[in-house]
């Protein structure tokens, strides 16, 4: 994990211990995976998703008494995260991710398709076992809004006359639909009203658009500054 969080060491300290939850979490007793999963979780970036997660925690009536449930939940999120990611660069045919290669161009697409479903059948196996029906349908509604943007966006790609509207429809399916799911669950499940928990997730999502469109014009401005995008 990054330096980011390091003015804010009790969140620091929480977001360590989602990172162990996702070691234990995925860490197998095949070697060459563990190799493979363990390198993906100690590089992660600055655990924005789970941090948010557990800042709009703070906003519940019961964050103390669930504080098992919302860590394990910053993970899932985290892990949906890491899943997603290995398959954006499956299909944008990505070679290196923050400096270093993707699983894609190592292994091949075959492996690396493999190592997102993994992942992705980790994260349900622990939300049957711990949540209500309410936070998996809203998770896989978003796994299905994050899938339906990168169809649209694939479908698009060589569109020069995609119009803005649609653009924002595209990235609303992506990066602004996990984010606005982890301020949105992270009060609920802390025991927030609907009311707070939505306003929230609204938060989340504005993140997320502003986010998104800030990634996409460094990607077409080549101006890399340390950030190593290709």
């Not at 095949?30 to 992660?44: D, H, P, Q, V």
Request: aromatic fraction near 10%; charged fraction near 30%.
């Amino acid at each position: 994990m990054s330096n980011f969080w390091e003015n804010y060491p009790s969140y620091k300290e929480d977001l360590d211990k989602v990172q162990d939850i996702m070691h234990d979490t995925l860490i197998s007793k095949e070697s060459y995976l563990n190799e493979t999963l363990g390198a993906m979780i100690n590089k992660r970036g600055k655990m924005i998703r789970p941090g948010l997660l557990l800042i709009s925690s703070k906003f519940g009536k019961n964050q103390e008494d669930k504080k098992e449930e919302i860590l394990q939940l910053a993970a899932i999120i985290e892990m949906f995260h890491m899943a997603t990611l290995v398959h954006d660069d499956i299909i944008d045919e990505s070679e290196t991710r923050r400096g270093e290669y993707t699983l894609q161009y190592k292994y091949g697409k075959k492996y690396a398709v493999y190592i997102g479903d993994y992942i992705f059948t980790k994260c349900f196996s622990m939300l049957s076992g711990s949540y209500d029906m309410d936070t998996m349908k809203n998770i896989s509604n978003v796994i299905s809004r994050i899938c339906t943007g990168e169809l649209m966006q694939f479908h698009s790609r060589y569109d020069l006359n995609t119009s803005y509207k649609k653009y924002l429809k595209v990235i609303s399916g992506k990066t602004a639909a996990l984010i606005s799911l982890a301020c949105y669950i992270g009060a609920y499940e802390s025991g927030s009203d609907e009311k707070t928990s939505k306003l929230l997730g609204k938060i989340g999502y504005y993140l997320g658009v502003a986010f998104q469109i800030k990634d996409d014009i460094l990607d077409i401005t080549e101006d890399d500054k340390g950030l190593k995008k290709t």
